[in-house]
């Protein structure tokens, strides 16, 4: 058997419709596994990148859209990459831009995790990647609510880890480090901000989707069974420095 395959496997990948969703949703399916793109705008692009994949509508404003996803078929990889980033001055930041970052990238992840290992613990079997962040560690600026909920993220992981790892359940995450995506569209366009992000970043340029993409299909793979509640920094060393 190849341990890298993921053959025979189902796979639903949150916010697959762009970005380092729509990489990691095309990576899985190169690996062999049939991938269901879900998320709150069409995922036909990516599934017409697909050998065997379909698009299922879930728009995680409400934390609890993936709750019947999981009971009525088998699926055995769920990536939660699906998430939100808002800016604005601490002492300005408003209710609903708590609210917002909040309900998507964390008490989503929770209750569609939740959902996920109702069906999947009497297996015995599955596995979740969770898309946490360098924001996981640090502090960022002028985002609080999305360090907030990316520091649950990793605090989650490792809660859920501890819980089902003893029953054939692994949950791991990833932190990106500052990846070419629409989310970075804006730090990428000032000029300061871009050069300082990439004289800090040992590799020297900043990631693409695929790199995260690659991380993902390993630790949806067998050959990650050993691995429970990790954060892989995949981040071109930013945060060994
Ligand atoms: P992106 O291009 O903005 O993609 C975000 C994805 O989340 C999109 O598919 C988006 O759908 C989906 N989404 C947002 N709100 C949703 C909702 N209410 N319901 C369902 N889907 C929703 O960003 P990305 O860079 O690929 O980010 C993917 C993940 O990586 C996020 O969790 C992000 O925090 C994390 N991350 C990114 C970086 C980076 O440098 N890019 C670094 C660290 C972590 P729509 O297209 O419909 O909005």
Redesign the pocket.
């Known amino acids: 058997m190849n341990p890298f395959s993921l053959a025979g496997q189902s796979a639903l990948v ?9 990489a990691i949703a095309v990576a899985l399916g190169r690996a062999g596994a049939h991938v269901i793109c ?4 069409s995922s036909a692009k990516t599934v017409a990148m697909l050998d065997s994949g379909e698009e299922l509508a ?4 409400d934390p609890m ?1 993936a709750g019947d996803v999981f009971a009525s078929r088998q699926i055995d990889i769920l990536i ?6 808002r800016r604005d001055d601490t002492v300005d930041f408003t209710e609903s831009d708590w609210d917002d970052v909040i ?3 964390l008490k ?1 992840v929770f209750f569609t995790c939740q959902a996920f290992a109702k069906a999947a613990l009497p297996r015995g079997a599955g596995k979740i990647v969770n ?5 996981s560690f640090q502090g960022g600026i002028r985002v609080p609510s ?1 360090t907030a909920s ?1 520091h649950g993220v990793a605090g989650l992981t490792k809660s859920m880890a501890n819980e089902w790892a003893g029953q054939g359940l692994n949950v791991n995450a990833i ?10 569209k804006a730090l990428r366009a000032d000029p300061e901000r871009n050069k300082a992000i990439l004289e800090r970043i040992p590799a020297g340029r900043w ?1 693409q ?1 695929e790199d ?1 993409a690659q991380t993902a299909v390993f630790l949806a793979a067998p050959a990650s069974k050993y691995i429970h509640g990790a954060i892989l920094n995949v981040d071109g060393g930013w945060l060994a420095r």
Do not use: C, H, M, W
């Not at 949150?14 to 729509?22: D, F, L, P, V």
């Open positions: 949150t916010g697959a419709n762009t970005g380092i969703g729509q879900a998320g709150r705008s879930l728009d995680f404003a859209a939660n990459n699906a998430g939100i980033i309900d998507v990238n989503s898309i946490a962040s360098l924001l999305y990316k932190a990106p480090g500052y990846i070419e995506t629409n989310n970075t990631g989707a995260i």
